[in-house]
């Protein structure tokens, strides 16, 4: 039986190492040139790109056993965790020192308590067992945050950070993915890879064999027939398969899929965040004091957040040179889908003049990727809705991806994995 892998992200090409390990027929049919998706690897003039996916955290522990799997566990390298924050028209850096400049004696008090309260529930917060952290699950993030800290450390503190790590607004998140991310980002390591972030992509390409994967193979429809998959279409040929993974983002999936009512239902419950991700390379860096910037929606208007990514890694960037990476997420990503690269790229650079006078004139080169499902939102009840998904609504239909668990390149991994390992052990449909 041929087992028909729909996508080439992460979690597929994941879900495709898993099944040709113990040696099953597998085909990945993937619509781009590379592998990779939302973790794809791309070079230029030296400099490394990571596209979409930027960072791994300490408790990634499924990425990181794959990472060594497939031997890159020596690329895993910790970054530079200063994040630099701006208000009242300053970049305040939140190392020890910055946090005795940052806000008032009440507001520091009050982080010191939320990072307390992290790492007294440091173990409830995982990605994918997401049953130890249910009794968050039905929280507001912003109504939970304002409820025990108040107003200011939800706008200065908790927003920019957490909205830069899920692109979008703590309004719309559960509590439990909200408390996971910050505990992540503010008590664990910080680590990129060093070769970049898709460097595992292009790793698993190769473990899999490439003669197991099809690039360039755009699936235009998964056939469903009496609630049973047949196959998928492509341009120029139909493949009959009895057991398809898909591992496509949920809008596109309910696209090319006739799928049960039911099915759909749980899908449209599930929004995704756009994001636009624009990289500059400079001449020289323009910010030397920390990795990423932060800015508040509440002292900037437009919803961005920055990446110095000279100081990510030391390989990312030719010796002497600076890049930065900006992310633009919700309604600012979506007026920004609309226009024209040059446009958008004319816009951000007046936006980043206010902060960084000259950039203008150290740009060597810019390229901007539009990403219309950018990530799964996580809002509140989610948990319930995962354990609906994993119902199995099309006989021979398995779903992986980053939405199955709380989005991430952990859950990518863990999703892929499972997926493959019930079709080993011949779970039912
Ligand atoms: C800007 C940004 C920053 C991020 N930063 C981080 C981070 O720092 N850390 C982290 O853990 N996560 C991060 N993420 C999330 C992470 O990138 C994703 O969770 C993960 O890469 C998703 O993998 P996936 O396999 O589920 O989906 P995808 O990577 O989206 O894979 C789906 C694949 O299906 C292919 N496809 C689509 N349609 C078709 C079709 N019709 N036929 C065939 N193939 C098709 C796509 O081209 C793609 O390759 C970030 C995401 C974004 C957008």
């Known amino acids: 039986m041929k087992i028909v892998i729909v996508g080439?992200?992460?979690?597929?090409?994941?879900?495709?190492?898993t099944l040709r390990k113990s040696n099953k027929d597998v085909i990945v049919l993937e619509k781009e040139e590379k592998v990779g998706g939302r973790a794809k690897l791309e070079t230029k003039d030296g400099f490394v790109l990571d596209t979409s996916a930027q960072f791994i955290f300490g408790d990634f522990y499924n990425f990181f056993d794959l990472a060594k799997e497939v031997k890159l566990n020596k690329n895993i390298i910790p970054t530079s965790n200063n994040i630099a924050f701006y208000r009242n028209k300053k970049f305040h850096v939140l190392n020890l020192l910055g946090l005795i400049k940052f806000g008032t004696l009440k507001e520091k008090y009050k982080i010191l308590?939320?990072?307390?309260?992290?790492?007294?529930?440091?173990?409830?917060?995982s990605y994918t067992d997401l049953h130890k952290s249910r009794e968050f699950d039905s929280e507001v993030f912003s109504e939970w945050i304002t409820h025990h800290f108040g107003i200011s450390i939800l706008e200065y503190f908790v927003q920019p950070i957490v909205s830069s790590l899920c692109l979008t607004h703590p309004e719309k998140l559960s509590t439990s993915y909200g408390l996971t991310l910050l505990n992540s980002?503010?008590?664990?390591?910080?680590?990129?890879?060093?070769?970049?972030?898709?460097?595992?992509?292009?790793?698993?390409?190769n473990n899999i064999g490439k003669k197991y994967i099809k690039t360039s193979s755009d699936v235009k429809k998964i056939e469903i027939d009496e609630n049973k998959v047949n196959g998928v279409e492509l341009e120029d040929k139909f493949i009959d398969s009895s057991c398809i993974i898909s591992s496509l983002p949920l809008p596109i999936l309910s696209k090319i899929a006739k799928l049960p009512k039911e099915m759909k239902e749980i899908i449209?419950?599930?929004?995704?965040?756009?994001?636009?991700?624009?990289?500059?390379?400079?001449?020289?860096?323009?910010?030397?004091?920390?990795?990423?910037?932060?800015?508040?929606?509440?002292?900037?208007?437009?919803?961005?957040?920055?990446i110095e990514t000279s100081m990510k890694s030391r390989t990312h960037v030719p010796p002497g040179k600076g890049m930065?990476?900006?992310?633009?997420?919700?309604?600012?990503?979506?007026?920004?889908?609309?226009m024209s690269d040059e446009k958008i790229k004319e816009k951000i650079l007046d936006d980043l003049s206010n902060f960084f006078a000259n950039i203008k004139n150290k740009v060597l080169w810019y390229k901007i990727l539009k990403i219309k499902y950018g990530m799964p939102i996580y809002k509140?009840?989610?948990?319930?809705?995962?354990?609906?998904?994993?119902?199995?609504?099309?006989?021979?239909?398995?779903?992986?991806?980053?939405?199955?668990?709380?989005?991430?390149?952990?859950?990518?991994?863990?999703?892929?994995?499972?997926?493959?390992?019930?079709?080993?052990?011949?779970?039912?449909?």
């Open 185 to 205: 980002s503010l008590r664990k390591e910080i680590y990129a890879i060093s070769n970049g972030i898709g460097s595992i992509s292009e790793k698993l390409k």
């Open 113 to 125: 308590k939320l990072l307390n309260i992290l790492r007294k529930n440091n173990k409830i917060f």
């Open 380 to 429: 509140p009840g989610y948990y319930e809705l995962t354990k609906k998904l994993n119902k199995k609504f099309v006989d021979g239909l398995f779903l992986c991806g980053d939405y199955m668990a709380m989005p991430s390149l952990e859950t990518a991994v863990w999703s892929g994995k499972n997926v493959a390992e019930s079709i080993i052990r011949g779970d039912k449909k």
């Open 324 to 338: 930065i990476e900006v992310f633009i997420f919700e309604n600012h990503a979506k007026q920004l889908l609309e």
């Open 268 to 306: 449209e419950k599930i929004d995704y965040s756009p994001c636009i991700h624009l990289w500059i390379c400079l001449r020289e860096p323009v910010w030397k004091e920390s990795m990423a910037i932060l800015f508040p929606r509440i002292e900037w208007k437009d919803h961005i957040a920055i």
């Open 8 to 17: 080439a992200g992460i979690s597929g090409l994941t879900a495709a190492n």
